[in-house]
């Protein structure tokens, strides 16, 4: 699976942004899928997460509210809506696939050790 990021930019503290990520091949709809960002002088932290089907997702705690994950399986893509933007998410955001995962497993993946493949990472800068 290959996978393209795109969407970032810059944008004023409250404002709003949706990064897209494109997966290649026709697996994209077994795989789980998540978004991290990296901050400059920063590790690589979790930011949210859906499984196969979209059903399930999961977001840090710092996003909670802010963020929503969510996919489109027969675009191969899945996006990550950020509004309410504040300038300690200037970060670097990629996004992951985990799998493939079989079709009764409904979870979602939260650690990055568990995922397979890595796009290239899109920057989101935002400005106070």
């Known amino acids: 699976v290959q996978l393209q990021a795109s969407g970032g930019g810059l944008v004023q503290a409250g404002g709003s942004l949706r990064l897209s990520c494109a997966a290649s091949?026709?697996?994209?709809?077994?795989?789980?899928m998540g978004w991290f960002r990296q901050a400059p002088g920063k590790e690589r932290e979790f930011v949210a997460a859906i499984s196969w089907s979209g059903g399930s997702t999961d977001y840090a705690d710092s996003v909670k509210g802010r963020f929503t994950i969510s996919r489109d399986n027969a675009k191969n893509t899945v996006y990550l809506q950020m509004n309410s933007l504040k300038p300690e998410d200037t970060a670097v955001y990629y996004c992951?696939?985990?799998?493939?995962?079989?079709?009764?497993?409904?979870?979602?993946?939260?650690?990055?050790?568990?995922?397979?493949?890595w796009g290239q990472g899109t920057l989101v800068t935002v400005s106070s």
């Open positions: 992951a696939a985990s799998g493939p995962v079989s079709p009764f497993d409904t979870t979602v993946v939260l650690t990055a050790k568990r995922y397979d493949y």
């Open positions: 091949g026709r697996t994209f709809r077994t795989y789980a």
